[in-house]
């Protein structure tokens, strides 16, 4: 059995986390930390976890930790990881962090975006981005992964076909993606209390999300070319789910078949990413609680656009089950290991 | 007092219609019709206007209606307002039509978009399109009025301002539309049984959607150019609301201030067009119930890009508060009677 | 014009006194203050009322407050009218107080359920009981209004027509209660972040609401004899509303037919208070944004027990609805003025 | 691998059944049949379980069915399972019905509450009801079981403690239980169309459920006495779980430590039941997709009242959850078998 941590493990994607490692047949849960929790059983802060697992939540103390597993998923907020991994690495640990202190290859980058001055800009070259369907080898022998954004993971993989083919045209991509509550976190404040969500729509950041750099970097790697993309956010009053609304210009159009081919083909043996038929389009709906990446594909003839959709679970393959993914590339499990679950429906 | 009729008042246009004529300083509700509901007391059909009117549904009998009423509000599925409205027309009636038969100019274009030959092409000239931002003049002494579909008003309104001066790239506007589940009317079917919409999010009618014709055309008659726009709409699970999230590419690029300042000017009279100020963005929550269409706008100087965001009630400036307010200009009462109403929050 | 100010503006009670008196025709809304948002425009805290209102929240000095309104709506959380109604009553002010701190006649009470000693006892005894529909007399020339908390207001108007009666055994009643978020303020905090509320129901302080001696000693008024309830309040995932669900059992039972005559004799010239007919059951969902509550009455031959529901918006007829009603009351407006007002649907 | 199959698997509790037997590890789905889908895919009708399962759904034909598969579960309309059911059993099949046909003794008691003559009342003595807590060695060996009805479910687990010893007085249960939507099935009609769901909460059936002859006859046998219950059920705007508020008095009062004693002795070995300590009281948000039952107690000495709060997903321990747990047990697998999962949250 593998020993593993989750510190920072009482936010949504701790619990994504718990909720589907506690059934990993390959898994043991040795440790769970969280600064506001510290002292309570997990069932208290997850009610849902009750007689699946019987640890409280510790304080993470990073020498203490490290005799107590072998991989380390960290879930902390923007600026929090980059100090704690540089220990756990020194110490020979593997770690899977979901936070964004790794994604970005140049440090300069969390300045103008983050506005933080990265501690350890050294290890970024180290880590690799664990995007399995992008950077599969590389996850193998990784001993520091970057864990993508939810809504990087989205629209990377619904632009990866055509991107990587070099058959867009790089500074007309509009992405519009909108995204459930627990993509927040689980801190409250006035813009997520219930009546301020419920019955509404907004855009948010306009022009300044941090998934924008982590984005048009995957891209730019993919196309091999400088990408700029539009990218606009919106919080939709429900709890789990994202899709993003993708719209390019290819430079020479292919119709909705064969752009289907396109996909069906660059995905053809990917576990966790599935390509729509027919008349059916993606909805995050059908995928809560699932590891999938649902992606649909419509030519307009009559303007030119394309239009690519691509749904997923936030906190499946958005966040925690993608982390997992990642441990079971990295430990030589099979890949689908404890995540080949159907989205819940209704 | 004005003698009103509403012609299919079943329906939840029919409903908000009703809800926001029982308070109208200047009008009796005379004739309520309803294929569905006829016989049945209106309060049985809508509880919270108990105590507010009496009336029965009754059925539509065209040369019955045209005694009780000077003014009728049609709400009538796509195809049914194009004969009683000649034979009302005829009777020396005004017709404020709900329904899409007659915001085309061109009777081809029913044919393609809405499957059916248009059953009065003559018709379609006379009539006005109900949009009192931009033909305020026309509507006043129009006889028949095509109450704009609710996408195209949040749309129009958005890009009025960039259009009709020219400042656009004609081919590069995409539209990002989401609405909540009202839009899709009162018939029950399975994609909007309540658990098949909530906690999703989808795209529909990629391409397709029977307002892109109706879009075009103002958007065409405004630049006084052929546009041609990629719509696509979102099912949000909401019951009332829609935001227009739509990209566009300036000819040369003016910064959010100054487009803001163009988008005063345009509106600067208007009782009815609210124009974001500071960090504030457009949601419909806060247009619940109310006849406002609330804008934003914002330029990415680092994409190019300019993006405007468009929010109203789909049931009130999108459908009944705006055939009210044409209503309202076409009888010379003031413009906004009956209809200066905050949105509910929350 | 009456000159009105609202002290504790900010939360969703004060949003809603705002949304209703902007359209009051007797009414001035002369001073909005806020300790959170003093400074701020109301309509960026408020963006529905952009153009109703160009007020900016202002801090709650009294002695400078007296001088800028004749009649004061306190929308303070438990504890914080006490002090400043005193003063304001000392300078011939009339107060209608939306918080709890004058609803319950025995000082000893607020000892025992909210936890505090209070600090003015001797106004206790002047305060009148804001529920018109009881106390309609006492409310016209009274100084200090109590207005009456949500949860009673619906369970008081369910109950009233059999207690007073002296139709139930008294020790023998259930109140089931439902309420929507907005319920619980404006202050976000973990249990109410969207993704903790949403899909779920729960009950909340079992035999502990604070509402409990306040519901007990009106219906021991009214009933002229002690009345011990039962009552269990539940939170859904709604922003507005309340249903309670009454079970009650008869001395000497009559039928439901029986008892709508009842009721419907006992609310006969009452304008915001409507018993449900036919097969109609009442639903919260048609009350938003108004001043009705909905009553339903059912005996059950085959158990014994009778059951009643009522409906109210916990915004309207809850608070800020009813606070107007006791305000027209009070100043000899007509008691609808301003509240006359459908709920939306949907 | 055990051959099973699915009668009527497009509606809710199909899928339901569905997507927990895909990952079963001792069972082969083997046919999945429905009228109205019939030679669609499944991965059609629900999109989360494509790659999952890769089956058409044909259509019902006994004598071809039975070839197919050694247990069927059918999730047939009231009425529907009594014929097939006959059939199948003479063939030497198990069946596990999620329907109402087999749960009630007495045939006379469907004319009265289901409006139909039983078609086969000589099997109602033979049908075993499914609620494993109680029944579990009538289930081993059975032919036939009658899954419990949701409403049932959550109310017999969260009464058996007291019932069975004798602690309650028998006419005075209240039962309030609060449904999501997906409880009343999958076919689209008015009441369940979105916006006329969300935003909202109401009784429904008073007095006339038909779930209540279920609940009382079940109470009656635990408590070796004739128990009456008084039995609301309440819509809520949420697609899944159940929460029942039972209001009973004891003849001789516990309080609340002793009462979660005597709950904790009588659940001790069921995996599925969890009695709930502290503070906390159950939520069906943290049980969606799982096949747990929560129950709290509470009693309150002020006012003599003892309250217990029972939740299930409607579709897990309220339906097909609880199914597979009776196949288990029918076939001597571990009980919870494929069913060991937490609920999602958020």
């Keep these: 059995m593998l020993n593993i ?23 043991r849960i040795n440790l769970v930390t969280s600064v506001q929790s510290a002292g309570r059983p997990v069932h208290e802060v997850f009610p849902g976890l009750k007689g699946h697992i019987d640890k409280i939540f510790e304080p993470f103390v990073p020498d203490e930790a490290a005799k107590k597993a072998d991989i380390f998923f960290l879930a902390l ?56 369907e992008i950077y599969r080898m590389e996850i193998k022998p990784a001993r520091l992964i970057a864990n993508p954004g939810c809504y990087p993971t989205s629209i990377i993989l619904g632009l990866a076909p055509l991107i990587k083919s070099g058959a867009l045209i790089e500074d007309q991509i509009i992405i519009d993606s909108k995204s459930g509550v627990s993509g927040v976190g689980r801190s409250p ?32 790697l993919l196309g091999e070319k400088r990408v700029t993309v539009s990218f606009t956010p919106h919080l939709v009053p429900m709890s789990r ?38 008349e059916a389009l993606p909805n995050p709906r059908s995928l809560r609680g699932a590891n999938f990446c649902d992606i649909g594909v419509y030519h307009d003839k009559r303007t030119g656009w394309t239009t690519i959709l691509s749904a997923i679970d936030n906190l499946g393959k958005g966040a925690s089950g993608q982390a997992i993914q990642n441990m079971n590339i990295m430990m030589g499990f099979e890949e689908s290991m404890g995540l080949n679950i159907p989205g819940l429906f209704p």
């Design 241 to 278: 789910g994202i899709l993003s609304t993708i719209y390019v210009k290819q430079k020479s159009a292919m119709e909705t078949d064969g752009l289907r081919g396109i996909y069906s083909d660059f995905y053809r043996d990917e576990p966790f990413v599935r390509i729509m038929e027919g």
């Design 77 to 132: 907020p923007a600026g929090g990881s980059a100090g704690p991994v540089s220990r756990l690495i020194s110490m020979g640990k593997r770690v899977i962090d979901l936070g964004p202190d790794f994604r970005l290859r140049r440090s300069e980058a969390y300045k103008t975006w983050y506005k933080f001055e990265h501690p350890n800009p050294s290890l970024l070259s180290g880590a690799v981005y664990g995007l399995p």
């Design 189 to 220: 404040s006035l813009p997520y209390h219930f009546p301020e969500v419920n019955e509404g729509i907004e855009a948010y950041k306009l022009g300044n999300h941090r998934h924008i750099p982590e984005i048009e970097q995957e891209l730019s």
């Design 5 to 27: 941590a989750i510190i920072g493990g009482s936010g949504y994607t701790g619990g994504e986390l718990l909720r589907l490692l506690v059934n990993h047949p390959e898994v």
